[in-house]
Protein backbone atom coordinates (compact mmCIF):
# COMPACT_ATOMS: atom_id res chain seq x y z
CA UNK A 1 0.00 0.00 0.00
CA UNK A 2 0.79 3.67 -0.49
CA UNK A 3 0.68 6.88 1.12
CA UNK A 4 0.59 9.97 -0.98
CA UNK A 5 2.51 12.79 0.90
CA UNK A 6 2.36 16.35 -0.35
CA UNK A 7 5.03 18.39 0.56
CA UNK A 8 6.85 22.33 0.24
CA UNK A 9 9.52 23.15 -1.87
CA UNK A 10 11.16 25.97 -3.43
CA UNK A 11 10.62 27.22 -6.92
CA UNK A 12 14.31 28.70 -7.31
CA UNK A 13 16.83 30.04 -5.37
CA UNK A 14 15.99 32.62 -2.89
CA UNK A 15 17.69 36.01 -2.44
CA UNK A 16 16.46 38.51 0.27
CA UNK A 17 13.15 38.05 1.83
CA UNK A 18 11.45 35.09 1.04
CA UNK A 19 7.69 35.30 -0.09
CA UNK A 20 4.88 32.57 -0.45
CA UNK A 21 5.10 32.79 -4.36
CA UNK A 22 8.65 31.16 -4.13
CA UNK A 23 7.36 28.06 -2.63
CA UNK A 24 5.21 25.55 -4.47
CA UNK A 25 3.80 21.83 -3.07
CA UNK A 26 4.34 19.13 -4.60
CA UNK A 27 3.72 15.35 -4.33
CA UNK A 28 5.22 12.13 -4.13
CA UNK A 29 4.08 8.01 -3.27
CA UNK A 30 5.90 6.40 -0.61
CA UNK A 31 5.34 2.85 0.16
CA UNK A 32 3.90 1.71 3.65
CA UNK A 33 5.99 -1.43 3.56
CA UNK A 34 9.20 -1.01 4.57
CA UNK A 35 11.98 -3.42 3.55
CA UNK A 36 13.42 -5.66 6.36
CA UNK A 37 16.35 -5.05 7.71
CA UNK A 38 16.36 -1.06 6.49
CA UNK A 39 15.61 0.23 9.95
CA UNK A 40 13.75 2.75 8.40
CA UNK A 41 10.54 4.67 9.94
CA UNK A 42 7.82 5.78 8.59
CA UNK A 43 6.51 8.93 9.98
CA UNK A 44 3.30 11.10 9.63
CA UNK A 45 4.15 14.34 10.49
CA UNK A 46 2.04 16.40 13.05
CA UNK A 47 3.74 19.60 13.89
CA UNK A 48 7.20 20.85 12.15
CA UNK A 49 9.39 23.94 12.93
CA UNK A 50 9.46 27.24 11.34
CA UNK A 51 12.63 28.31 11.57
CA UNK A 52 15.01 31.38 9.63
CA UNK A 53 17.51 29.28 9.20
CA UNK A 54 16.12 27.58 6.55
CA UNK A 55 16.32 30.63 4.43
CA UNK A 56 20.25 30.08 4.41
CA UNK A 57 19.65 26.88 2.96
CA UNK A 58 17.71 28.52 0.48
CA UNK A 59 20.03 30.63 -0.88
CA UNK A 60 22.71 29.81 -4.11
CA UNK A 61 25.38 29.93 -1.06
CA UNK A 62 25.62 30.45 2.45
CA UNK A 63 28.22 29.36 5.10
CA UNK A 64 25.46 27.53 6.91
CA UNK A 65 25.00 25.29 4.01
CA UNK A 66 28.60 23.90 5.12
CA UNK A 67 27.61 23.63 8.84
CA UNK A 68 25.42 20.15 9.30
CA UNK A 69 24.85 17.31 6.83
CA UNK A 70 21.53 17.65 8.05
CA UNK A 71 20.78 20.93 6.84
CA UNK A 72 22.53 20.73 3.59
CA UNK A 73 21.30 23.42 1.06
CA UNK A 74 18.25 23.10 -0.37
CA UNK A 75 17.69 22.60 -4.11
CA UNK A 76 14.40 23.67 -5.80
CA UNK A 77 12.00 21.00 -6.00
CA UNK A 78 13.69 19.17 -2.95
CA UNK A 79 12.11 17.96 -0.07
CA UNK A 80 12.84 20.15 2.75
CA UNK A 81 14.01 18.72 6.53
CA UNK A 82 13.13 20.77 9.51
CA UNK A 83 12.61 19.83 13.39
CA UNK A 84 9.69 18.51 14.16
CA UNK A 85 6.84 15.53 16.16
CA UNK A 86 5.16 12.93 14.35
CA UNK A 87 3.61 9.66 14.86
CA UNK A 88 5.01 6.45 13.61
CA UNK A 89 2.76 4.85 10.85
CA UNK A 90 5.37 1.79 9.99
CA UNK A 91 8.65 0.45 11.12
CA UNK A 92 11.14 -1.71 10.25
CA UNK A 93 13.44 -0.53 12.91
CA UNK A 94 13.11 -2.61 16.06
CA UNK A 95 13.35 0.43 18.28
CA UNK A 96 10.02 1.68 16.89
CA UNK A 97 6.51 0.18 16.42
CA UNK A 98 3.31 2.06 14.58
CA UNK A 99 1.72 4.52 16.95
CA UNK A 100 5.17 5.76 18.59
CA UNK A 101 5.30 9.55 18.89
CA UNK A 102 8.67 10.63 18.19
CA UNK A 103 10.49 14.11 17.52
CA UNK A 104 13.01 15.10 16.20
CA UNK A 105 14.39 15.18 11.43
CA UNK A 106 11.27 14.81 9.39
CA UNK A 107 10.12 17.74 6.72
CA UNK A 108 7.67 20.32 5.80
CA UNK A 109 5.78 17.40 4.37
CA UNK A 110 2.90 15.13 5.57
CA UNK A 111 4.96 11.96 5.36
CA UNK A 112 9.23 11.71 6.55
CA UNK A 113 10.44 8.44 5.46
CA UNK A 114 13.33 8.13 8.09
CA UNK A 115 16.27 6.56 6.15
CA UNK A 116 18.19 3.78 8.83
CA UNK A 117 21.26 5.36 8.91
CA UNK A 118 19.07 8.83 9.94
CA UNK A 119 17.47 7.15 12.84
CA UNK A 120 19.53 8.65 15.00
CA UNK A 121 18.20 11.98 14.36
CA UNK A 122 14.15 10.86 15.82
CA UNK A 123 14.07 9.88 19.31
CA UNK A 124 10.85 8.16 20.93
CA UNK A 125 8.28 10.55 23.09
CA UNK A 126 7.69 8.23 26.37
CA UNK A 127 6.07 11.47 27.78
CA UNK A 128 2.50 12.99 27.39
CA UNK A 129 2.70 15.19 30.27
CA UNK A 130 3.32 18.56 27.92
CA UNK A 131 1.59 19.13 24.59
CA UNK A 132 3.34 17.54 21.54
CA UNK A 133 4.11 21.26 20.50
CA UNK A 134 6.19 22.07 23.35
CA UNK A 135 8.60 19.14 22.12
CA UNK A 136 8.88 21.83 19.09
CA UNK A 137 8.98 24.87 21.04
CA UNK A 138 10.63 25.35 24.70
CA UNK A 139 11.53 21.43 24.99
CA UNK A 140 13.15 21.43 21.72
CA UNK A 141 15.73 22.98 19.54
CA UNK A 142 14.51 26.08 20.52
CA UNK A 143 14.85 25.81 23.72
CA UNK A 144 18.33 23.73 23.54
CA UNK A 145 19.52 27.01 21.64
CA UNK A 146 18.84 29.04 24.39
CA UNK A 147 20.00 26.86 27.12
CA UNK A 148 23.34 26.26 25.12
CA UNK A 149 23.80 29.87 24.60
CA UNK A 150 23.14 31.71 27.45
CA UNK A 151 24.23 29.19 30.01
CA UNK A 152 27.99 28.14 28.24
CA UNK A 153 28.28 31.09 25.47
CA UNK A 154 26.97 34.14 27.86
CA UNK A 155 28.47 32.57 30.95
CA UNK A 156 26.03 34.47 33.23
CA UNK A 157 27.17 35.30 36.62
CA UNK A 158 24.16 36.57 39.22
CA UNK A 159 23.54 39.87 39.34
CA UNK A 160 24.23 40.43 35.79
CA UNK A 161 22.68 42.64 33.03
CA UNK A 162 21.55 40.90 29.76
CA UNK A 163 20.43 42.61 26.39
CA UNK A 164 18.19 40.18 24.23
CA UNK A 165 16.71 40.70 21.02
CA UNK A 166 14.20 39.73 18.92
CA UNK A 167 13.31 38.92 22.42
CA UNK A 168 9.62 37.69 22.23
CA UNK A 169 10.54 34.99 19.48
CA UNK A 170 11.16 31.63 19.95
CA UNK A 171 14.87 31.61 21.05
CA UNK A 172 14.66 35.21 22.80
CA UNK A 173 11.33 34.84 24.86
CA UNK A 174 13.14 31.75 26.90
CA UNK A 175 16.70 33.20 26.90
CA UNK A 176 15.29 36.01 28.50
CA UNK A 177 13.15 33.54 31.22
CA UNK A 178 15.92 31.69 31.83
CA UNK A 179 18.16 34.81 32.55
CA UNK A 180 15.70 36.00 35.20
CA UNK A 181 15.49 32.66 36.73
CA UNK A 182 19.18 32.71 36.87
CA UNK A 183 18.98 36.01 39.16
CA UNK A 184 19.86 38.27 35.90
CA UNK A 185 18.42 41.93 35.46
CA UNK A 186 17.27 41.61 31.83
CA UNK A 187 16.50 43.82 28.85
CA UNK A 188 14.95 43.17 25.45
CA UNK A 189 13.55 44.58 22.40
CA UNK A 190 10.74 43.26 19.83
CA UNK A 191 9.39 45.11 17.14
CA UNK A 192 5.52 45.81 18.10
CA UNK A 193 4.24 46.93 21.27
CA UNK A 194 1.89 43.96 21.95
CA UNK A 195 5.93 41.77 22.32
CA UNK A 196 7.16 44.53 24.54
CA UNK A 197 4.15 44.16 26.87
CA UNK A 198 4.31 40.64 26.59
CA UNK A 199 7.91 40.26 27.80
CA UNK A 200 7.66 42.74 30.89
CA UNK A 201 3.65 41.73 31.86
CA UNK A 202 4.03 38.16 31.54
CA UNK A 203 7.35 37.18 30.92
CA UNK A 204 8.77 39.26 34.09
CA UNK A 205 11.54 41.34 31.52
CA UNK A 206 13.06 44.32 33.86
CA UNK A 207 12.26 46.41 31.11
CA UNK A 208 11.83 46.27 27.03
CA UNK A 209 11.68 48.24 23.85
CA UNK A 210 10.10 48.97 20.76
CA UNK A 211 13.18 49.04 18.62
CA UNK A 212 11.30 49.77 15.59
CA UNK A 213 10.78 53.04 17.46
CA UNK A 214 14.09 54.06 18.63
CA UNK A 215 15.73 56.43 16.54
CA UNK A 216 19.11 56.01 18.48
CA UNK A 217 19.80 52.42 19.65
CA UNK A 218 22.94 53.32 20.91
CA UNK A 219 21.77 56.24 23.00
CA UNK A 220 18.64 53.61 24.26
CA UNK A 221 20.96 50.91 25.24
CA UNK A 222 22.54 53.47 27.25
CA UNK A 223 19.45 54.38 29.56
CA UNK A 224 18.59 50.88 29.98
CA UNK A 225 22.10 49.70 30.89
CA UNK A 226 24.07 52.94 32.23
CA UNK A 227 26.28 50.42 33.76
CA UNK A 228 27.07 48.14 30.76
CA UNK A 229 25.76 45.76 29.27
CA UNK A 230 27.32 42.62 30.74
CA UNK A 231 25.94 39.95 28.43
CA UNK A 232 24.30 40.57 24.83
CA UNK A 233 22.43 37.31 23.02
CA UNK A 234 22.27 38.33 19.51
CA UNK A 235 19.15 37.16 17.42
CA UNK A 236 19.21 39.77 14.63
CA UNK A 237 22.86 40.95 13.64
CA UNK A 238 23.22 44.32 11.59
CA UNK A 239 23.17 47.94 13.52
CA UNK A 240 21.87 45.99 16.43
CA UNK A 241 24.91 44.18 17.33
CA UNK A 242 27.21 47.33 16.96
CA UNK A 243 25.21 49.15 19.03
CA UNK A 244 25.52 46.36 21.77
CA UNK A 245 29.02 46.05 21.56
CA UNK A 246 29.41 49.95 22.04
CA UNK A 247 27.47 49.57 25.33
CA UNK A 248 29.40 46.27 26.55
CA UNK A 249 30.89 46.57 30.07
CA UNK A 250 34.52 45.39 30.72
CA UNK A 251 35.17 41.40 29.86
CA UNK A 252 31.43 41.02 28.18
CA UNK A 253 30.08 38.58 26.12
CA UNK A 254 28.22 38.75 22.95
CA UNK A 255 26.71 35.08 22.34
CA UNK A 256 25.69 35.19 18.61
CA UNK A 257 23.14 33.22 18.02
CA UNK A 258 21.59 34.49 14.50
CA UNK A 259 21.50 37.47 12.66
CA UNK A 260 18.50 37.45 10.84
CA UNK A 261 18.71 40.81 9.43
CA UNK A 262 21.66 39.96 7.68
CA UNK A 263 19.86 37.12 6.25
CA UNK A 264 17.28 38.89 3.91
CA UNK A 265 20.40 41.46 3.28
CA UNK A 266 23.28 40.35 1.91
CA UNK A 267 24.51 43.86 1.86
CA UNK A 268 23.77 44.25 5.84
CA UNK A 269 26.70 43.48 7.92
CA UNK A 270 27.58 44.50 11.44
CA UNK A 271 30.73 46.46 11.98
CA UNK A 272 31.05 46.55 15.37
CA UNK A 273 33.84 49.13 17.19
CA UNK A 274 36.78 46.65 17.27
CA UNK A 275 38.43 49.18 19.40
CA UNK A 276 35.52 48.57 22.00
CA UNK A 277 36.50 44.91 21.86
CA UNK A 278 40.02 45.11 22.33
CA UNK A 279 39.84 47.54 25.39
CA UNK A 280 36.93 46.07 27.19
CA UNK A 281 38.14 42.21 26.54
CA UNK A 282 34.55 41.78 24.86
CA UNK A 283 34.31 37.79 24.09
CA UNK A 284 32.07 37.82 20.34
CA UNK A 285 31.40 33.91 19.96
CA UNK A 286 29.25 32.52 17.98
CA UNK A 287 27.07 28.89 18.59
CA UNK A 288 24.92 26.42 16.93
CA UNK A 289 22.16 24.67 19.27
CA UNK A 290 24.42 21.22 18.11
CA UNK A 291 27.65 22.39 19.82
CA UNK A 292 25.14 21.72 23.12
CA UNK A 293 23.54 18.19 22.48
CA UNK A 294 25.02 16.59 25.25
CA UNK A 295 23.59 18.88 27.39
CA UNK A 296 20.17 17.46 25.93
CA UNK A 297 19.29 15.63 29.11
CA UNK A 298 20.16 18.39 31.58
CA UNK A 299 18.35 20.87 29.44
CA UNK A 300 15.06 19.06 29.32
CA UNK A 301 15.11 17.61 32.65
CA UNK A 302 15.81 21.90 34.06
CA UNK A 303 13.59 23.14 31.43
CA UNK A 304 10.46 20.68 32.13
CA UNK A 305 10.71 20.89 35.63
CA UNK A 306 10.35 25.11 35.01
CA UNK A 307 7.34 24.70 32.97
CA UNK A 308 5.60 22.16 35.53
CA UNK A 309 6.25 24.40 38.01
CA UNK A 310 5.24 27.87 36.39
CA UNK A 311 8.04 29.67 36.02
CA UNK A 312 8.67 29.37 32.49
CA UNK A 313 5.57 30.43 29.84
CA UNK A 314 6.01 28.28 26.49
CA UNK A 315 5.06 31.11 24.29
CA UNK A 316 3.73 29.27 20.57
CA UNK A 317 2.23 30.82 17.61
CA UNK A 318 0.38 27.99 15.90
CA UNK A 319 -0.85 28.01 12.42
CA UNK A 320 -2.41 24.79 10.53
CA UNK A 321 -2.07 23.02 7.31
CA UNK A 322 0.92 21.95 5.70
CA UNK A 323 -0.05 24.60 2.35
CA UNK A 324 -0.08 27.39 5.31
CA UNK A 325 4.14 26.97 5.70
CA UNK A 326 5.14 29.65 2.88
CA UNK A 327 3.02 31.92 4.72
CA UNK A 328 4.07 30.93 8.35
CA UNK A 329 7.43 31.00 6.85
CA UNK A 330 7.42 34.17 5.54
CA UNK A 331 6.09 36.33 8.30
CA UNK A 332 9.04 35.14 10.48
CA UNK A 333 10.98 37.96 8.34
CA UNK A 334 8.44 40.36 8.82
CA UNK A 335 7.83 40.25 12.78
CA UNK A 336 4.26 38.44 12.48
CA UNK A 337 4.86 35.78 14.99
CA UNK A 338 4.91 35.78 18.87
CA UNK A 339 6.81 32.71 20.20
CA UNK A 340 7.89 29.73 18.47
CA UNK A 341 6.26 29.52 15.22
CA UNK A 342 4.90 26.32 14.19
CA UNK A 343 2.72 24.68 11.86
CA UNK A 344 0.10 21.83 12.40
CA UNK A 345 -0.02 19.31 9.76
CA UNK A 346 -2.16 17.12 11.21
CA UNK A 347 -3.99 16.55 14.10
CA UNK A 348 -3.06 12.76 14.90
N1 LIG B 1 22.64 29.18 16.50
C1 LIG B 1 21.63 28.30 16.46
O1 LIG B 1 21.79 27.08 16.60
C2 LIG B 1 20.24 28.84 16.25
C3 LIG B 1 19.11 28.05 16.53
C4 LIG B 1 17.85 28.64 16.39
C5 LIG B 1 17.74 29.95 15.97
N2 LIG B 1 18.87 30.66 15.68
C6 LIG B 1 18.80 32.06 15.27
O2 LIG B 1 18.19 32.80 16.30
C7 LIG B 1 17.47 33.89 15.77
C8 LIG B 1 16.03 33.81 16.24
O3 LIG B 1 15.44 32.63 15.73
P1 LIG B 1 14.02 32.15 16.21
O4 LIG B 1 13.80 30.79 15.70
O5 LIG B 1 13.92 32.40 17.69
O6 LIG B 1 13.07 33.14 15.41
P2 LIG B 1 11.99 34.11 16.03
O7 LIG B 1 12.72 35.10 16.88
O8 LIG B 1 10.91 33.32 16.63
O9 LIG B 1 11.38 34.81 14.75
C9 LIG B 1 12.06 35.76 14.05
C10 LIG B 1 11.86 37.17 14.68
O10 LIG B 1 12.98 37.94 14.32
C11 LIG B 1 12.60 39.31 14.25
N3 LIG B 1 13.11 39.87 13.00
C12 LIG B 1 12.79 39.51 11.75
N4 LIG B 1 13.45 40.26 10.86
C13 LIG B 1 14.20 41.14 11.59
C14 LIG B 1 15.12 42.18 11.26
N5 LIG B 1 15.39 42.49 9.98
N6 LIG B 1 15.67 42.88 12.26
C15 LIG B 1 15.41 42.58 13.55
N7 LIG B 1 14.57 41.60 13.92
C16 LIG B 1 13.98 40.89 12.95
C17 LIG B 1 11.07 39.36 14.27
O11 LIG B 1 10.65 39.83 15.55
P3 LIG B 1 10.51 41.42 15.83
O12 LIG B 1 9.05 41.73 15.72
O13 LIG B 1 11.04 41.55 17.20
O14 LIG B 1 11.30 42.14 14.78
C18 LIG B 1 10.66 37.89 14.10
O15 LIG B 1 9.46 37.60 14.76
C19 LIG B 1 17.62 33.81 14.25
O16 LIG B 1 18.68 34.63 13.86
C20 LIG B 1 17.97 32.35 14.04
O17 LIG B 1 18.67 32.12 12.84
C21 LIG B 1 20.10 30.13 15.81
Redesign the pocket.
Known amino acids: MEVTSRYVTIKHHITGSPKQSDFEVKTANLFLSLDTGSNDVLVKNLYVSI???QLNRMKEYSASQMASEYALAVLPGQAINAYGVGRVIASANPSYIKDDMIVGLIGWEDYTLVRGKDVIMIRKLDSTEFPLSYHVSALG??GL?AYG?FFNVCKPKKGETLFV????????NIVGQYAKLFGCYVVG????KQ?VDLLTDKLGFDAAFN??KTTDLNSTLKRYFPDGIDMYFD????E?LEAAVANMSMFGRVAV?????E???AKRRAGPNMTEVVYKRITIQ?????DYMNDFGDFLSTTSDHIQNGRLHVIEDISHNLESIPLAFE???????????IVQIADN
Do not use: E, H, Q, R
Open positions: DPYLSTGSAASGSVGCAGTKYKNVGGMCGVISYTDGFLASGLFAGDNIGKK
